[in-house]
């Protein structure tokens, strides 16, 4: 099993090597990816997975925070998960953290901002760098969450427009996204001749691999993993377990709370939506409308395959460690 996985993380490098193109620094990913191999934790072979519970390490963590992919719930809830102060002058809400140009401050703590990981490498070539905490979510509800998040865009004449497929036609509804390949371009390099395809998610893949990786639709399975990660879970390992199994009553609340406040106001054949986008608008999207959606963000849904593996992975460390189960089937 090891080998495997060795050979396969040799792959994707050797894929992925001409598709860097952030020219501050050379080997600015591979600081990256050194700091998350030096975490490796402790007998766990089978996946990568950093494990930051020394003391001894600068407390330096970024989140790359990818657009409608809950980033102010991360903002508010993840630093005390983890027990890395935010920076100061984060707080949930606040513009500021996520417009203008990535200025990670010098003393170490929890920096959120919406941007792409070439960005952010360039942002941390004067500094050590930082653990990358990232959410993916699921592609037609994040393109619901996209769309909507302007008050002029609904959903079924964004599609009817073409702006799924077609970024760049000259419509206000398309507000020049690239849906199906946001997440992709966020992770993996757009830029260079070199950068095909599968390089891109090659690339993609291995920055995700060095990553301490949530899923949207899990976030408190996520922030529980987080917890895990950064070896805050020691502090009250039976408080963990109360808070964090899933086949717990706390676990079950708290779980139904986020979903409720992260669903949005769209939604498919009557099955309403929470208060997230509560005086917006109610809209009801036709199947025929998610069936595009669906196909034109498949790029988008393999990469969101991809993560969710990897978060499953290290959610069975987890169980195998303390015998908390973060994920329930059911």
């Not at 069975?316 to 994920?327: C, K, N, P």
Request: aromatic share 8%.
């Amino acid at each position: 099993m090891l080998r495997l996985v060795l050979v396969s993380l040799v792959a994707a490098a050797r894929a992925a090597a001409t598709c860097i193109t952030n020219t501050t620094n050379a080997t600015a990913d591979e600081r990256f990816y050194a700091l998350s191999r030096k975490f490796q934790c402790p007998d766990v072979d089978d996946v990568p997975m950093a494990c930051a519970w020394t003391t001894a390490w600068q407390r330096r963590v970024f989140h790359l925070h990818m657009s409608k992919m809950a980033g102010r719930e991360v903002l508010a809830c993840a630093p005390a998960a983890i027990d890395v102060r935010a920076c100061p002058g984060e707080a949930p809400g606040t513009l500021a953290t996520f417009r203008g140009h990535v200025r990670p401050p010098a003393a170490p703590c929890f920096y959120s901002y919406e941007t792409t990981w070439d960005q952010a490498v360039a942002a941390y070539a004067s500094r050590p760098p930082p653990l990358v905490v990232t959410m993916i979510r699921e592609p037609v509800a994040w393109a619901f969450s996209k769309i909507t998040h302007k008050k002029s865009r609904k959903v079924e004449p964004t599609v009817a427009a073409g702006c799924i497929e077609a970024p760049s036609t000259p419509r206000l509804e398309c507000a020049k996204i690239n849906f199906a390949r946001f997440a992709l371009e966020h992770l993996g390099s757009p830029l260079g001749p070199e950068c095909d395809a599968p390089a891109q998610v090659a690339l993609a893949h291995r920055r995700l691999d060095a990553s301490v990786v949530g899923l949207v639709e899990d976030l408190d399975a996520s922030l529980c993993l987080w917890e895990y990660q950064f070896g805050h879970h020691r502090a009250n390992a039976t408080d963990y377990a109360r808070r964090c199994d899933c086949r717990g009553d706390a676990r079950r609340a708290s779980a139904a709370a986020s979903a409720a406040a992260l669903r949005g106001n769209a939604h498919v054949v009557g099955i309403a939506g929470g208060p997230k986008h509560a005086g917006k608008y109610d809209e009801k999207v036709s199947l025929r409308a998610v069936l595009r959606i669906e196909a034109a963000l498949r790029p988008h849904a393999r990469l969101y395959d991809y993560a969710a593996g990897l978060f499953r992975r290290r959610a069975d460390v987890v169980a195998r460690a303390t015998g908390v189960q973060l994920l329930c089937d059911e």
